[in-house]
């Protein structure tokens, strides 16, 4: 199965390649069928990005990213202020994980538990390297949900070659656990903030998930 927005890629790509190998053909020019090649290997990049299997949701609260966890902190944040900054909450401390996605993962994103869609918001930045402590100032796309353990955040973060953060969801509306929300196109970061006093974090650095079926938190 291939990821919403994918077979405008591949189909477009893929057209190319043929109008380029069929000039070849008739002109004989060597750069042409060189170029119709690459075209093609592009071609099976792109299905092998766009590629959006299925997933079981398992136990708990899930993987929202497929990649690997780069950090895994406590804060006093979870909510931002207009410039897309995070504000300190009173009374209140959270759990901040986040994951890696190189361009070789899956990059549809999953929701980690089911829950109303709050808002949705995006916020213009640079496109630095997404695992750089400097990405704080990456475009990214701020996703709130209402949930059974409260509110949790998802932060989907474009990186130097991710620069389309491409929402499937929209306010109000409910998603089930595992459910699609959105892509990021090509390689980056999603950050996953829960309340600290609900959850307890089943994952560690540098471990391995897959989006919608990696436990990475039980519910306390």
């Given amino acids: 199965m291939l990821a919403q ?9 893929l057209l190319i390649s043929s109008l380029t190998l069929l000039i070849f053909i008739l002109t004989k020019m060597l750069i042409l069928l060189a170029i119709s090649l690459i075209l093609l290997l592009l071609v099976c990049f792109f299905m092998l990005f766009f590629r959006d299997p299925e997933r079981v949701p ?5 993987a929202p990213a497929d990649g690997r966890i780069i950090s895994i902190t406590t804060s006093d944040t979870s909510k931002y202020d207009s410039k897309g900054q995070i504000k300190r909450p009173k009374n209140q401390r959270f759990i901040r994980i986040a994951t ?22 995006h916020k213009p ?5 997404a695992y750089k402590s400097e990405s704080k100032n990456n475009e ?4 709130t949900f209402k949930t059974k353990i409260g ?10 070659l991710a620069q389309r953060i491409i929402p499937y ?25 829960l309340p600290k006093n609900r959850v307890k974090i089943l994952v560690k650095n540098h471990q391995r998930v897959f989006a919608g079926s990696t436990t990475v938190a039980e519910i306390i």
Wanted: glycine share 12%; aromatic share 8%; charged share 15%.
């Fill in 169 to 193: 969801i929209h306010p109000n509306e409910y998603l089930k656990k595992g459910q699609r929300l959105g892509i990021i196109q090509f390689g980056s970061r999603v950050d996953l903030i």
């Fill in 125 to 129: 930045g640079k496109f630095l390297p």
């Fill in 140 to 143: 990214r796309v701020i996703t």
């Fill in 151 to 160: 509110k949790i955040i998802i932060i989907q973060i474009a990186g130097i």
């Fill in 100 to 121: 890696f996605m190189s361009v070789f993962n899956v990059h549809v994103n999953r929701a980690p538990i089911s829950g109303k869609v709050l808002s949705i918001t």
């Fill in 58 to 62: 398992s136990r708990g609260i899930v």
């Fill in 5 to 13: 927005g994918g077979h405008n890629w591949i189909l477009g790509t």
